[in-house]
Each structure stands twice: as structure tokens, then as C-alpha cells.
Nanobody, 115 residues
Framework: QVQLVESGGGLVQPGMSLRLSCRTSGMNFKIYTMNWYRQAPGKERELVATITSDGAKNYSDSVNGRFTISRDNAWSTVFLQLSSLKPEDTARYYC?????????WGQGTQVTVSA
């Protein structure tokens, strides 16, 4: 059974940084594209970053230049470095992949940016 477990969220002030982690199990991690999504209260879930199996990266316009996605295949973990955080980055952040044709999600980790 595939499991995705996020961690690293918290309450930070604007301009600060956080590093989110998503540890996976039950899958051959290195062959899968991994995604980070976020969902703010009252809004739809938004794709913010993607990293393919060969390391190609893509970002939404709203986070490009501030967030960095990376992966460690030895630890079956995907990371999201959040920098220059803004109040509008406040959301629950979710790790995602498509395993055997079906989306798999973690439980999410809350990021709150507030002065």
C-alpha cells in the first residue's frame, strides 16, 4: 500500500522560510513524478510544483522563484523549500503522485504565514 507522509509545516512570519518533506513507502519512488499541491480555506486545491523521475522541475507562477522542489531517491522523499513566504502562501500543503493510474495523497501539512 502506497503511503505519503508530509511534515515540516508551521507558523512563520512573512519573509521567512520552511522546508516541507514527504516521505513515501510502498512504491518504487525513483520512477514516479512527484507533485506538491496546496489548498487554502475556501479555495480549490492548486498544483504548485512538480518534479519528474529524471529531475525536471516545474512551478506555478505564484511560487516560481520562491519555492524549490527536490527529491532524494535513496530516502524515497520529496522536498519543497519555501522561501520569501507571503501571507497568501497560507494553506495546507499536500504531496501527490499517480500510482498505477490512481492519484495518491498524503494527509497534508499546514503552513501559516502571519505577522
Amino acid at each position: 500500500q502506497v503511503q505519503l507522509v508530509e511534515s515540516g509545516g508551521g507558523l512563520v512570519q512573512p519573509g521567512m522560510s520552511l522546508r516541507l518533506s514527504c516521505r513515501t513507502s510502498g512504491m518504487n519512488f525513483k520512477i514516479y513524478t512527484m507533485n506538491w499541491y496546496r489548498q487554502a480555506p475556501g479555495k480549490e486545491r492548486e498544483l504548485v510544483a512538480t518534479i519528474t523521475s529524471d529531475g525536471a522541475k516545474n512551478y506555478s507562477d505564484s511560487v516560481n522563484g520562491r519555492f524549490t522542489i527536490s527529491r532524494d531517491n535513496a530516502w524515497s522523499t520529496v522536498f519543497l523549500q519555501l522561501s520569501s513566504l507571503k501571507p497568501e502562501d497560507t494553506a495546507r500543503y499536500y504531496c501527490n503522485t499517480r500510482y498505477r493510474g490512481r492519484p495518491s495523497w498524503g494527509q497534508g501539512t499546514q503552513v501559516t504565514v502571519s505577522a
